[in-house]
């Protein structure tokens, strides 16, 4: 039994032993007063959140997925241009192609591309509904139109072909009304046990060390492997230590785990590194993160 | 009942048999002709690989908890200047602080800072035995002295209080001779599933990628908690989407999996980007990356 059933019988309960036990008539009447309110609100605590999604790239597939199978969420309709169906098995007529056969729900999500977010927004058919985007680095506000505006932003790197288990996905939610905000609550809450509430300003601060540590850090082991491959040295001999140093960060502070040649002020080790290196954009980035390290670790090249 | 003992009353059954069976006496000849060279040879293939351990540092701590519990090894004397246990419950007597105590072993190990290999090396009190050390950046024949030179280097980030599983770590070995390499292949057997004969030019390859993909990718992720820090987010909210970037590499090769603005080249992204971070540094390091991402990628900034 779900827990409002279980929820709903309780009170049915209590308030038949409130009308026909015992009781003082005035304690009666307060208590079944307020197991009144309790119930005429109950409804706006327990019902499905309804939500039409928007767009059909990795973020878009990749909620749909998730929140198919949340409790409590009801995807009514998924829209995209092409009519591009989210899941194999998805209900053809859940797919619309026509923004203005959108129906009522409670969250619209427009998991589209950063340029598009004002764009579609724009369109949408209806006035003071709550229109969310997903996006790491768009203000909240780039959401067009007079709807009420929210941001619900899963901090993770999507690929098409590779699920990923949403529960420890990140995801930060924004919205100008705190009743709006309480829904994205609920909405997230069943797909992840990290909610976060951030602002557009934080959010743009999360963005730019993502790029560090996501994008830039995928660059990295572009280089050793392109360094690896020019000597025929198999890359994958790096891998565990590729995996070590990422679980090292959740153990300790990065500077704290900082090792090598830059720190340790190794200049033989350094420029026998650097004459390995084939291309002057490799040499660069080794020498500009080398001079970091030795700067914040405070020694001098 | 260990292998070895198995083995040799394998053996003496199949010997026991040959000698009094009905069989053809010439039979008889070549077989146990056969089966004694196998005899005489058996205690090179199953006796225990006696070693020697100088140093006691990081890599030599956790070499030393990963040998000590290895079948087929036996760690005779443990040497460093200062006496210091590498484990809490070592043997006293095994520790030594005098060089030329060394005993007879089939391995040195002399797991030390780059800068000591030739100095310790040198000072050992015995000729044409196997030396080896433990890093990945110096060359082979930095071993001084008149003895047989080897690498057996562990490529991991190790820090003292932080335990490893030895099992998934890639033991790089070299050595001058082949029946040297076959003992350090029979040295890292027992202790990791990935041992590679890597020379040391292609030691160095994989160094300065390790470099790359370990020491920069940390100091991205400290770049990525300083401007957190700066504008109080938790960092903590990055720590997934590095584990996913991290795993991503073990299924899709990194110039595949490259994302962000960089990429898409999304200039305003960029921009907003720039504004953010508070130090030229971290300004220079992600305007480099992102030029070398779109030069790697096709795309001019």
Redesign the interface.
Known sequence: MCSRSVCVLELNRILRFNIIGNTHFSTIHVVNGFLFLILRLLPYFCRMIEVCLLGAGNVATHLYHALNGAEDVNIIQCYNRKGIPLHPDQDATQIITDIAALKDADVYIVAVS?DAIAQISDKLPFQNRLVVHTSG?VPMDAIAGDNRKGVFYP???F?KD?S?DFG???I?IEAEETQDLNTLKKLASPLSD?V?E?TS??R??????????????????????D??E??????E???????????????????E???????RN?QQ?IA??LK??NTD?QK???T??T???Q??HGKKL
């Open positions: 950063d680095s901090l993770q790197t690929s590779k990923v420890t996905i990140p930060c990290k976060y951030i300003a934080q743009n601060v999360l963005h730019v060390s993502a790029v560090f540590v996501n994008n830039f850090t995928n660059h990295l082991y572009t280089i050793g492997t360094i690896c020019a000597y025929d040295v198999p890359f001999i790096l891998h565990p230590l590729i995996q070590e140093t990422a679980k090292k960060i959740l153990e300790i502070p990065a500077t785990a900082q090792t090598g040649p830059a720190i190794d080790t026998r590194h390995i290196m954009s660069e980035i080794y500009i993160l001079k970091a390290i700067s914040k």
